[in-house]
């Protein structure tokens, strides 16, 4: 006698689990090492750089590629072919250097505007810079965070610095961050890590089963007939009541 068969609900229930942590976990995945390239971009991303000679008035107006708007700010660095002892450009050579940086968008709105001095009451003709990198650049202007987008940046010169006359000049801009950008990176990963270990323990139980019969459950017709000789007996017994009870006398 062939077996009967019936869908194995919980076999279905956990394959569907499976493929779901399966999706969920690849995904997030993904995700998570897009946007830590997209970080990494970051970290090492120049909106802007030019080749630039402050040692003489002027104007120059350069594209500014802002990709990102989530550091805690910018800032706008000068490198120059002149180190001192310690592979720093020296602060001596800014004396005297006054400026303004101003950022337009496409439609010629003023974004940002800063100026290439220090404002916080420090005598004309001191060094503007306060804070350098590690690889010996000078900090020219700090920016705030703004929107991403393509954007024009524009450095006027008023009052040159002398002493840079002669050497090779470069400005550029480096988004400064803090680490809270990888934050996303971290969620993803998590998430991933979750569902893949769902996934993993759910398939683990689920899989053989459904490799070996599928979505169906055996049956067999032993089982078939102990349900059928329960349901007999339990019909049986029912007569069997009945017909004990006395019968009952009609009273009018």
Known sequence: MTGMRKLA???????????LSLGIAVLSGYESWRFNQT????????????????????????????TCSVSHGEAVYLDCDLRDDTGQ???????GLSGKLVITNA????????????DGGVPPGEPIVYRGRPGGEIMLVNLPTFAAGKY??????????????????????RYQ???????????????????????LVSG??????????????PFSPDE???????????????TDSSDSEPPRELFF
């Open 224 to 238: 078939t007939e102990a349900e059928d000789s329960t349901t007999l007996k339990e019909d049986s017994s029912e």
């Open 152 to 173: 024009s940046a524009t450095i006027t010169v008023d009052q040159p610095a002398p002493a840079l006359a002669g050497y090779q000049q470069t400005v550029y801009a």
């Open 177 to 199: 961050l803090c680490g809270l950008e990888q934050m996303p990176v971290a969620i993803l990963g998590f998430i991933a890590f979750c569902a893949g270990f769902v996934a």
């Open 107 to 118: 439609a010629g709105e003023e974004i940002v505007r800063r100026s290439l001095m220090n």
């Open 89 to 95: 450009v020296p602060e001596e050579l800014l004396k």
């Open 204 to 217: 683990s139980t689920t899989l053989p089963g459904w490799w070996r019969h599928g979505i169906w459950k």
């Open 39 to 66: 970080v990494h971009g970051w970290d090492i991303a120049r909106p802007m750089e030019t080749a630039i000679d402050l040692s003489r008035t002027g104007a120059v107006t350069v594209p500014f590629d802002q």
């Open 9 to 19: 609900l919980g076999r279905i229930v956990g394959l569907l689990l499976t493929v």
